[in-house]
């Protein structure tokens, strides 16, 4: 017979996964990140595959997202963004390990605009926008002299004027076809509730998975 405690602990678990619509549940659920995750809760792993259909992953930051997607800043030159040329699609996992809950995101990339692109920039602080100006991100040096040296070039460049954004600088929107929630619980007898949609323009289906 299960105790009180366990009882609550049950029921507060139904309520993560309550609604059926998925960007409110992620609204939730990134609230609660910022709140218990120690380090940056808004790290995901994003994933993406070059034209021969070969994976590749590495850790970025999320930087906005609403009901149109999920946004990212890259060097459109760098391995991803070259990428997600080749290949418009896209990945991405939020683990919130102090929380035991991650969620996956599947879709199609879209650059966003232009002013979305420069609005962010110019809200970054001073010294990443010259780094990137500095990064020839993914591409080889030969020390770190050389990437200090370019550097100082960036800064003598501007000046005490803020650097704009880069033309080779910009943001990608994850619009999201799947989003899992999964939440760990006790025997590896985990909850998984995912949304799934034919198209973008398509209406929510939601499923329970076995874990």
Excluded: C
């Amino acid at each position: 017979m299960q105790s009180a405690e366990q009882l609550e602990a049950e029921q507060v678990d139904e309520r993560l996964f309550q609604g059926d619509e998925p960007f409110a549940l992620f609204d939730r659920w990134f609230a609660d990140a910022k709140a218990g995750e120690p380090n940056d809760p808004n790290a995901m792993a994003l994933g993406t595959a070059d034209a021969d259909g070969l994976p590749d992953v590495r850790m970025v930051l999320l930087k906005g997202h609403d009901a149109r997607g999920f946004v990212f800043y890259t060097n459109i030159d760098s391995a991803k963004g070259l990428e997600l040329a080749a290949n418009p699609k896209a990945s991405l996992l939020f683990h919130w390990k102090s929380l035991r809950r991650q969620v996956r995101v599947r879709g199609p990339v879209e650059p966003v605009s232009d002013a979305e692109s420069d609005a962010y920039f110019a809200s970054r602080p001073r010294g990443s926008q010259v780094g990137a100006w500095a990064s020839a991100q993914s591409r080889p040096l030969q020390s770190r002299a050389e990437l200090e040296q370019a550097v100082e070039q960036v800064e003598a460049r501007f000046g005490d004027a803020p650097p704009p954004r880069p033309d080779f600088w910009r943001g990608y929107r994850v619009q999201p076809l799947a989003i899992e929630f999964w939440r760990d619980r006790r025997s590896r007898l985990h909850d998984r509730m995912v949304f799934r949609r034919e198209g973008l323009d398509a209406p929510w289906t939601t499923l329970r998975l076995y874990p």
